[in-house]
């Protein structure tokens, strides 16, 4: 039986509501709550479902095609390991994520420009009050600034749409606004992109990334770097890719915009000694290169680098805020040998650090390749240029981390047992199950990435027509 | 002409929000740009000679002229959020001034 | 130096908007008319689900959302799905005014107040309470609705705490009142889905446009967001006052 995607919303939405009420019963409401979107997401009915009982375009819709479906199944999946992971750190905030999943789920599915405001203030919001679990309120409040600048040129940007084409559904607004002259939807463009990149984690206005995600703990950081960044690069793909497709002089400003970001954020990753500090910078770059690749509308590979980078960084954020609590410091360099008390923390780190770096035989490689072969498709050598570059300073920070927590010794010379930290638990049991299971979906999907570019793009749908540009054997799978 | 007045309240919130470090008027500075977007989606739905959206004695029929009713829907929505990012702002100030004893942001020491 | 570097960045701002925006709408003067087949013309002309003749106010009954007021037809009706984020929005924004000022010591003492001022407020507080109910309870007919009504109801309680420094609000009573309205605004939706299969859906018959019992669910939601809204300001004012009893 297929049910209403708009239960996905309503059900965390009036569990929150209810989870006031009966405050003894919060942790049962969360777990509930949580582990049946998980489950119910699965069986979506898909299409554009009017909501109130009015004909579309005039009503509010959810649209669930192949592009929602997926960032559906992020959101939900991923909170539900967010939650499983740190759950004795959910006590105070029940409401706030339950509700917070609602918004998510709402940005991922609306198919109407103001509505997915509203889901993103919610979102927002929630993130607001997560954020305070940092103990800096100057950091929280700095993210609330800039979210609410963000919010208002949202706002501008979208009347001054909504005042042209008389509409806010996405699809007829998509129809009307490709009929608008080329200058005229440069300063709305502008303006929209300023509010999305808020929550995407793009240069202008990802000054709170720092603060806020730098002292992130298991829960938080998993939920801000993995989950609400997914939700917030689909929101990003459905608006650029979808429903307003950049001109020419928008198109290049939001791509060089977003590929700053993406060398920014990888050279910054490169010179931070802190371990979540280099995870936030490499996240802030991953931003980058999906929102590049969205804005040059090659929305396939855009999809896996995002899978990619939340899976992964769900591993590093979890390990990472759980070694601060745990050892009290969050320097590599002070951690030396962790990995070696805790190997499957430390495989699972080590098979995250390798996806998101794009080595063979896992998920990466093939996100990694599909990004490149889309650029050389198209005949641009500039950018695969980049990213390769920015790839290579990956690869090397990542290698610097790695060597650090398993060898805390010399070069050349073994994990001496005595020169590690001292032995502590880095998870939980449930946390360790769901980690080892992430880390198996990674290595399963680099087996057999073809299935997964299957479950990306089945019938190419809203996708565009590319369907999966390549696969494993190196054959074009479609035209540009 | 109040399109034009409202920009000017969102540019002065907005030189309100980065000329200062004081967290209660970097928040009266956010206000003030809201209210100049709001200011603006009511220009942009009016409509000339139009009247309030409301069936009554006075406008008994709807084939009149009316002014965009979506317009004040979404500056509803948008006043009320608003109220829900200031009370937000607001507690984080006061956690701001409890813990450093200052509203100043530059007081408030190191940058993490 | 930090001033002139955010006046020259506000003044390149708004120079850019002029630019775009003078490219997009214009600047000056308004629309003569409203888009014809956008979505404002079919929510006045009340005819999203097909050609109705003209409504007149107090005589055609069945009218599509059957709310005099265009607005509130919009906001509890045909945008309904927006005003319950835009409620949950507040809800978290309380839950979050609640969660981090739980966690601060109490406020100084408040000054005393003299008698005038605490009879005087306490003959204001019904009226103020009354007056936002009405707002509430004819928000389809009339301006005004759960929203403004809400923030009336919250701000006699308002009223209260500044007038008379020995009140204290139930705190927690208005938790399960605003939780409560919550999740029967859900429930609304999802009776509507079971029904009629829409979330949201009026499943209610919307009677004559212009009677008080008229509108379907429209009265009913704007209850229940009046009732909402009201005891979430109240609690954000109440947890500001910093009384909330530790839990």
Known sequence: ?480 | MIKFASLLLIIIGLYGILSTRNVIKILVGINVMEIGINVFIIAMGFVNDGAAPILSVDNPVNVLKFVDPVAQALVLTSIVIGLGITALGLVFARKIHKKYGTYDLSETGGES | MKKIFAGLLAVAFGIVLLIGISLNTGLFGYNDSLPEDGAASHYISKDVNGKTDEVVFGETTGAETGSANMVTSVIANYRSFDTLGEVTVLFLAALGVSLLAGTMDKGRKRSGSGFILRTSARILFPLMLVTGIYIFTHGHLTPGGGFPGGSMIASSFLLLYLADESFRANVKGFKVAEGLAGTLYVAIGIVGLLAAGYFLVNFLPTGTVGNLLSAGIIPVVYVIIGLKVGSEITGIVADMFNEEVKA
């Open chain 1, 1 to 480: 039986m297929m049910i209403n995607p708009v239960l996905l919303i309503a059900i965390p939405l009036g569990l929150a509501f209810i989870a006031v009420v009966f405050k003894k019963l919060q942790g049962w409401i969360l777990a509930i709550g949580v582990a049946a979107n998980a489950f119910l997401v699965f069986f979506v009915e898909k299409g554009e479902t009017a909501i109130g009982g009015f004909k579309l375009p005039f009503a509010i819709s959810l649209v669930l095609d192949d592009f929602s479906f997926i960032g559906v199944i992020l959101v939900n999946v991923l909170t539900l390991a967010a939650v499983a992971v740190a759950f004795r750190k959910t006590e105070k905030y029940v409401p706030v994520i339950l509700a917070g999943l609602a918004g998510l789920n709402g940005m991922v599915l609306t198919g109407d420009m103001f509505n997915l405001f509203v889901f993103m203030e919610i979102t927002a919001i929630s993130a607001y009050i997560l954020s305070s679990e940092g103990r800096k309120p100057e950091q929280s409040f700095n993210y609330l600034v800039i979210g609410s600048i963000g919010s208002v040129l949202y706002l501008l940007g979208l009347i001054l749409i909504y005042g042209q084409t008389g509409t806010l559904n996405m699809s007829l607004m998509a129809e009307k606004s490709a009929l608008i002259g080329q200058a005229a939807m440069v300063l709305p463009l502008v303006l929209i992109f300023a509010g999305i990149a808020v929550e995407a984690k793009l240069l202008p206005m990802s000054g709170w990334v720092r603060g806020v995600l730098g002292n992130s703990n298991a829960l938080t950081g998993v939920m801000f770097a993995s989950v609400y960044s997914s939700a917030a690069l689909m929101v990003f793909g459905r608006v650029f890719s979808q429903v307003l497709i950049p001109g020419t002089t928008a198109g290049v400003i939001i791509i060089v915009i977003a590929l700053l970001t993406f060398a920014a954020g990888q050279v910054s990753a490169f010179r931070s000694k802190s371990l979540r500090q280099v995870l936030l910078y490499s996240s802030i770059a991953q931003s980058g290169l999906a929102a590049a690749l969205f804005a040059t509308g090659f929305v396939f590979p855009a999809v896996l680098v995002i899978i990619n980078n939340a899976a992964g960084k769900m591993i590093m954020f979890s390990t990472a805020g759980n070694l601060e609590e745990k050892y009290g410091t969050d320097d590599y360099v002070g951690l030396g040998g962790a990995f070696v008390r805790n190997m499957p923390a430390g495989v699972a780190f080590t098979i995250a650090a390798l996806s998101l770096t794009g080595l063979p035989l896992v998920f990466g490689f093939y996100a990694k390749l599909n990004v490149l072969a889309a650029y050389l498709n198209q005949g641009t050598f500039f950018v695969p240029a980049v990213v390769l570059a920015g790839t290579i300073i990956e690869g090397a920070y990542f290698i610097r981390i790695l060597i650090k927590l398993w060898a805390p010794g010399k070069e050349g010379e073994w994990a001496d047992a005595d020169q590690s930290v001292g032995e502590k638990k880095i998870f939980n049991p449930a946390g360790t199950v769901v980690v080892i299971l992430v880390t198996l979906l990674i290595i399963l999907s680099g087996f057999l990435p073809d299935s997964v570019g299957k479950l990306v793009a089945p019938g190419g749908g809203l996708l565009g027509d590319e369907g999966p540009s390549i696969s494993m054997t190196m054959e074009k799978g479609g035209d540009q």
